[in-house]
Structure formats: C-alpha cells, structure tokens
Nanobody, 111 residues
Framework: QVQLVESGGGLVQPGGSLTLSCAASGNSFSVFPMAWYRQAPGKQREWVATITPAKATRYAEFVKGRFTISRDNAKSTLYLQMNSLKPDDTAVYYC?????WGQGTQVTVSS
C-alpha cells in the first residue's frame, strides 16, 4: 500500500526558508504527477504546485518565484523549497499523488 509521509515543517521567521519533503512508499512513485497543497486555519485546502513524471512544473500565482517543487524518482521523494516566506504562508502542507494524501506538516511563519 502506497503511503505519503511529509516532513520538514517548522517555525521560521518572515523572509526565511524551509524545505519540505514527501517520502512515498511503494514502487509506482515515478509514474504519477505529484502536488503540494496547503490549508491555513479556517480556510479551504488550496493547490500550491504540481510536478509531472517528466518534471514539468506549475505553480499557484501566490508562490511563483518563491517556491520550487522538485522530485527525486530514485529516492521516491517529493520536495518543496520555500524561500522568502511570509506570514500568509502559514499552513499545514500536504503532498498529493494518485488520489492519496499525506498526513501534512505544519509550517508557521512568524517573528
């Protein structure tokens, strides 16, 4: 059974950086698109970025130029490099693939 496990969240000051990881179990990681979503308190979950098996990427407008999604198919791991973080980026971040969600990792941007 495939599972997605996020890590790398934490508390960071505005302007800081974090890198999130999502480790996938199972042997079908490389054939599916993967995505990051986030959900802030009291808000709906929203899409952040997607990467295809061929590593083509798309981003939500609010993270363009600040976040970078990448994947290492050999390690079955998805990443999200987040730079220039803002308080509005505070949320639980989830990875998603093949109709599966991870458990989420909390990112808090605060001074």
């Amino acid at each position: 059974q495939v599972q997605l496990v996020e890590s790398g969240g934490g508390l960071v000051q505005p302007g800081g950086s974090l890198t999130l990881s999502c480790a996938a179990s199972g042997n079908s990681f490389s054939v599916f698109p993967m995505a990051w979503y986030r959900q802030a308190p009291g808000k709906q979950r929203e899409w952040v970025a997607t990467i295809t098996p061929a590593k083509a990427t798309r981003y939500a407008e609010f993270v363009k130029g600040r976040f970078t999604i990448s994947r290492d198919n050999a390690k079955s791991t998805l990443y999200l490099q987040m730079n220039s973080l803002k308080p509005d980026d505070t949320a639980v971040y989830y990875c998603f693939s093949n109709n599966l969600w991870g458990q989420g990792t909390q990112v808090t941007v605060s001074s």
